[in-house]
């Protein structure tokens, strides 16, 4: 009996899933015919990327328990190498956003290799300086790589970071439009990072992961290699952050020091926490209810920081498994409800029919 | 080549010192109750504004700052306790770890944006400092790198007694050891928490005033000693103190001298390299014992 409820449950899940994501799908479609203004657009284009990241960080933290604070310097490292090898070869945009996250991926098996051998907080101290160090060489680089006409270049573009590399075509594509083009390009990378994920999770791979995260020493135990999953789950992660990056890059036409900002990263990780540490769909919800009270909070300009700052710690601790997992308990509450009511009935019934 | 040699001790030993005041608050924490707490950061900054607030705005005496900015420092851990630890140690036990990072993460970023709101983003003077130097021959002492080693030397001390010879101290480092016997003990563990948070919030205090007479008041400020007391603390093993100490001033003055042959901006990617290179050697740390956890 239980075990039928509880695979009954499953397919139910997966159900509500699918009838999600069709939902979502034609909700993106009809997005762009629904908002007339640049700027909203433009603002969504921009929270899809938070998404896409947020994901993956949930897909490394929240189901492989590897707490990575290196997020950003990955989506950073993707965006940069495609900037580069534009600039520098002068490649199409398109054909250097694979090289990029490949090249992001390579960076993140080098972090893997050097951090992964530790545990939980080590590792969070070490990718935290690893991001910091990356920054601090990015900014603090003078020295000159190329001459661009009477500028000096530097090789990681410096404080400034790199502009005018060529962008994903759809200006001379769609002219006037072409903000709706990049809407449907990040869009697409959006549903199929999600799709991809979704399948990670509900593979075997992604069982191992779990395992690793809930009980790593049984886990290891009944013969999963810890090092290697979670060396492979950071590699997919940053392919996927990398390629982002990539289109990030693309997108704005321009890539800086900027986003491996200490505040950018705890944007994802605010995503993250408030819509749902290690639910599927946490990043996204979480994504647009902070997208939302960030624009809000527009208002009140400088208290903006201030304002994520408590909401992340607030919403730790109110609802440590996010608003998914609060939907989650209200939903279990009212099913529980419901069956108690449905049982107390049948038991009022019961004496009533014996007394008969 | 005496006077390179010699600048480049004092400014390591000055840094060292400073690191290892950031380090042995961190440590202390981590040690006793498995917390890492991202929002020291912005205690040491608190600190060092509060001491600004109390001489350069008020006009108090020096003393009376730097007692202040102890207090501040100390207040804060306590609140840190009792509004967000507290309620994080009644979830899972499992998850502590991971949620009490995010949460001080999120009162981190608010704290140091709160200081930015009140204060400004220029940078400020920190009042309390020493101007001068001490002549020896050839070399030049300046007396604000004497105070804060001796400042630093005598706060050890104090810390030292306070954990080897007080009851307080014993209950610490009973809960440090195994949290559940000294439980069982009759040591009150959610009390040494606090306390042991409120030292920590108070040697953050003394930091940041110190890293602030160095160098100008900004709300950043206590970022770049924290992210390195963080590479100190994992290269000494988390939570073991005397460890944290001396990693703290060999790592500074290997700074010290990287910076001097290298160029500023090498100092800190070779602390990490030295770091990533110990911790594949020995991946608790020098001295952090290897752990076996049980299921």
Same mark, same amino acid.
């Given at each position: 009996?239980?075990?039928?409820?509880?695979?009954? #449950?499953?397919?139910?899940?997966?159900?509500?899933?699918?009838?999600?994501?069709?939902?979502?799908?034609? +909700?993106?479609?009809?997005? !762009?015919?629904?908002? %007339?203004?640049?700027?909203?657009?433009? $603002? =969504?284009?921009?929270?899809?990327?938070?998404?896409?990241? @947020? *994901?993956?960080?949930?897909?490394?933290?929240?189901?492989?328990?590897?707490?990575?604070?290196?997020?950003?310097?990955?989506?950073?490292?993707?965006?940069?190498?495609?900037?580069?090898? /534009?600039?520098?070869?002068?490649?199409?945009?398109?054909?250097?956003?694979? !090289?990029?996250?490949?090249?992001?991926?390579?960076?993140?098996?080098?972090?893997?290799?050097?951090?992964?051998?530790?545990?939980?907080?080590?590792?969070?101290?070490?990718?935290?300086?690893?991001? $910091?160090?990356?920054?601090?060489?990015?900014?603090? %680089?003078?020295? /000159?790589? =190329?001459?661009?006409?009477?500028?000096?270049? $530097?090789?990681?573009?410096?404080?400034?970071?790199? +502009?005018?590399?060529?962008?994903?075509?759809?200006?001379?594509?769609?002219?006037?439009?072409?903000?709706?083009?990049?809407?449907?390009?990040?869009?697409?990378?959006?549903?199929?990072?999600?799709?991809?994920?979704?399948?990670?999770?509900? *593979? !075997?791979?992604?069982?191992?992961?779990?395992?690793?995260?809930?009980?790593?020493?049984?886990?290891?135990?009944?013969?999963?290699?810890?090092?290697?999953?979670?060396?492979?789950?950071?590699?997919?992660? @940053?392919?996927?952050?990398?390629?982002?990056?990539?289109?990030?890059?693309?997108?704005?036409?321009?890539?800086?020091?900027? =986003?491996?900002?200490?505040? $950018?990263?705890?944007?994802?990780?605010?995503?993250?926490?408030?819509?749902?540490?290690?639910?599927?769909?946490? !990043?996204?919800?979480?994504?647009?209810?902070?997208?939302?009270?960030?624009?809000?909070?527009?208002?009140?300009?400088?208290?903006?920081?201030?304002?994520?700052?408590?909401?992340?710690?607030?919403?730790?601790?109110?609802?440590?498994? #996010?608003?998914?997992?609060?939907?989650?308990?209200?939903? *279990?509450?009212?099913?529980?409800?419901?069956?108690?009511?449905?049982?107390?009935?049948?038991?009022?019934?019961?004496?009533?029919?014996?007394?008969? | 080549?005496?006077?390179?040699?010699?600048?480049?001790?004092?400014?390591?030993?000055?840094?060292?010192?400073?690191?290892?005041?950031?380090?042995?608050?961190?440590?202390?924490?981590?040690?006793?109750?498995?917390?890492?707490?991202?929002?020291?950061?912005?205690?040491?900054?608190?600190?060092?504004?509060?001491?600004?607030?109390?001489?350069?705005?008020?006009?108090?005496?020096?003393?009376?700052?730097?007692?202040?900015?102890?207090?501040?420092?100390?207040?804060?851990?306590?609140?840190?306790?009792?509004?967000?630890?507290?309620?994080?140690?009644?979830?899972?036990?499992?998850?502590?770890?991971?949620?009490?990072?995010?949460?001080?993460? &999120?009162?981190?970023?608010?704290?140091?944006?709160?200081?930015?709101?009140?204060?400004?983003?220029?940078?400020?003077?920190?009042?309390?400092?020493?101007?001068?130097?001490?002549?020896?021959?050839?070399?030049?002492?300046?007396?604000?790198?004497?105070?804060?080693?001796?400042?630093?030397?005598?706060?050890?001390?104090?810390?030292?007694?306070?954990?080897?010879?007080?009851?307080? &101290?014993?209950?610490?480092?009973?809960?440090?050891?195994?949290?559940?016997?000294?439980?069982?003990? &009759?040591?009150?563990?959610?009390?040494?928490?606090?306390?042991?948070?409120?030292?920590?919030?108070?040697?953050?205090?003394?930091?940041?005033?110190?890293?602030?007479?160095?160098?100008?008041?900004?709300?950043?400020?206590?970022?770049?000693?924290?992210?390195?007391?963080?590479?100190?603390?994992?290269?000494?093993?988390?939570?073991?103190?005397?460890?944290?100490?001396?990693?703290?001033?060999?790592?500074?003055?290997?700074?010290?001298?990287?910076?001097?042959?290298?160029?500023?901006?090498?100092?800190?990617?070779?602390?990490?390299?030295?770091?990533?290179?110990?911790?594949?050697?020995?991946?608790?740390?020098?001295?952090?014992?290897?752990?076996?956890?049980?299921?």
């Amino acid at each position: 009996m239980n075990k039928t409820s509880s695979s009954k #449950g499953m397919s139910g899940n997966a159900r509500i899933d699918l009838f999600v994501s069709l939902l979502l799908i034609a +909700a993106a479609i009809a997005l !762009p015919f629904m908002i %007339d203004s640049r700027y909203v657009l433009g $603002q =969504i284009v921009l929270a899809l990327f938070y998404a896409t990241i @947020a *994901s993956q960080w949930n897909l490394l933290f929240g189901f492989a328990g590897v707490f990575s604070l290196a997020q950003m310097a990955m989506f950073a490292f993707g965006g940069y190498a495609t900037a580069m090898i /534009c600039f520098y070869f002068g490649w199409n945009v398109w054909a250097a956003l694979l !090289p990029g996250a490949l090249s992001a991926v390579v960076f993140s098996l080098v972090v893997g290799l050097a951090c992964l051998r530790l545990t939980g907080v080590y590792v969070a101290l070490l990718t935290l300086a690893i991001a $910091q160090t990356m920054y601090l060489l990015i900014v603090t %680089d003078t020295e /000159c790589f =190329i001459m661009v006409g009477s500028i000096c270049r $530097q090789f990681t573009g410096g404080a400034v970071g790199f +502009a005018r590399f060529g962008d994903l075509g759809t200006r001379a594509l769609l002219k006037g439009q072409w903000l709706v083009g990049n809407y449907a390009i990040i869009a697409t990378l959006f549903a199929v990072t999600m799709v991809v994920t979704y399948i990670i999770v509900k *593979s !075997p791979i992604g069982l191992a992961f779990r395992a690793l995260k809930d009980n790593p020493g049984y886990a290891v135990a009944r013969g999963v290699n810890q090092f290697q999953a979670q060396l492979l789950v950071f590699g997919i992660s @940053a392919f996927f952050t990398g390629l982002a990056g990539g289109f990030y890059a693309a997108h704005f036409q321009a890539i800086g020091p900027g =986003i491996l900002s200490m505040s $950018q990263l705890m944007f994802i990780i605010a995503i993250t926490v408030v819509g749902g540490v290690g639910t599927f769909w946490g !990043p996204l919800v979480g994504t647009i209810v902070l997208v939302a009270a960030d624009e809000l909070m527009r208002e009140a300009g400088e208290f903006r920081t201030l304002g994520l700052g408590l909401i992340i710690a607030l919403s730790i601790l109110l609802m440590p498994k #996010g608003l998914v997992g609060r939907l989650g308990d209200l939903l *279990s509450w009212l099913r529980h409800r419901n069956r108690a009511a449905a049982s107390a009935i049948t038991f009022q019934e019961k004496p009533a029919t014996t007394g008969k | 080549m005496l006077d390179i040699l010699t600048a480049i001790l004092i400014a390591g030993l000055t840094t060292g010192a400073l690191y290892a005041l950031a380090t042995v608050g961190l440590s202390l924490v981590w040690g006793s109750m498995g917390m890492l707490n991202m929002a020291h950061a912005a205690m040491l900054t608190l600190g060092g504004y509060s001491a600004f607030t109390l001489c350069t705005v008020l006009g108090l005496p020096v003393i009376v700052g730097f007692a202040g900015a102890i207090l501040v420092g100390a207040v804060a851990g306590g609140l840190l306790y009792v509004l967000i630890v507290r309620n994080l140690l009644k979830t899972d036990k499992a998850t502590f770890e991971s949620n009490v990072m995010i949460a001080t993460v &999120g009162i981190g970023i608010a704290l140091e944006n709160a200081i930015l709101l009140t204060y400004g983003g220029q940078p400020l003077k920190q009042p309390i400092s020493a101007t001068g130097s001490f002549i020896l021959g050839p070399v030049s002492l300046p007396y604000q790198n004497m105070l804060i080693v001796l400042v630093v030397i005598a706060l050890m001390a104090v810390i030292a007694l306070l954990l080897g010879r007080t009851r307080m &101290g014993r209950a610490i480092r009973a809960t440090a050891q195994n949290r559940e016997a000294a439980q069982l003990m &009759g040591v009150a563990v959610n009390s040494v928490y606090f306390q042991v948070l409120v030292l920590s919030g108070a040697i953050a205090g003394i930091c940041g005033v110190m890293v602030s007479s160095m160098t100008q008041l900004s709300p950043p400020l206590g970022n770049d000693p924290m992210l390195k007391a963080f590479i100190m603390c994992v290269v000494a093993g988390l939570g073991n103190l005397p460890g944290a100490v001396a990693a703290a001033f060999g790592l500074a003055l290997l700074e010290a001298f990287v910076q001097y042959v290298a160029g500023a901006r090498w100092g800190f990617p070779t602390l990490l390299f030295v770091v990533i290179a110990v911790l594949i050697w020995r991946p608790a740390g020098l001295f952090g014992r290897v752990q076996i956890r049980r299921m």
